[in-house]
């Protein structure tokens, strides 16, 4: 099983980055889909889902009509829209898959640092 997150870097206040996350080893249209996100010094936070049949997506209140998050079940590939960035997005961004069953996988995590 694989998750393999592209697409963060640094970017100036303002700015966009679309993070992907590319998954194989299992049974990708099964899941929902994740992203988390883990800043400096606090706990991971659940920011995006996206469910694997309805296509229904929810967020956290910080990043609500500034990031969407997508999938792509021919591609096995979920993705996370970042529009106007700020400072308190830097984080280390994961992605995360979960079946019904609790059944979770994870990935290596990609940096996003917001600055001038």
């Known amino acids: 099983v694989h998750l393999v997150e592209s697409g963060g870097g640094l970017v100036q206040p303002g700015g966009s980055l679309r993070l992907s996350c590319a998954a194989s080893?299992?049974?990708?249209?099964?899941?929902?889909m994740n992203w988390y996100r883990q800043a400096p010094g606090k706990g991971r936070e659940l920011v995006a889902s996206i469910t694997n049949t309805h296509i229904s997506t929810t967020y956290v209140d910080s990043v609500k009509g500034r990031f969407t998050i997508s999938r792509d079940n021919a591609k096995n590939t979920v993705y996370l829209q970042m529009n106007s960035l700020n400072a308190e997005d830097t984080a280390v961004y994961y992605c995360n898959a979960r079946r019904f069953d609790a059944l979770t996988y994870w990935g290596q995590g990609t940096q996003v640092t917001v600055s001038s």
């Open positions: 080893g299992f049974t990708f249209s099964t899941f929902v």
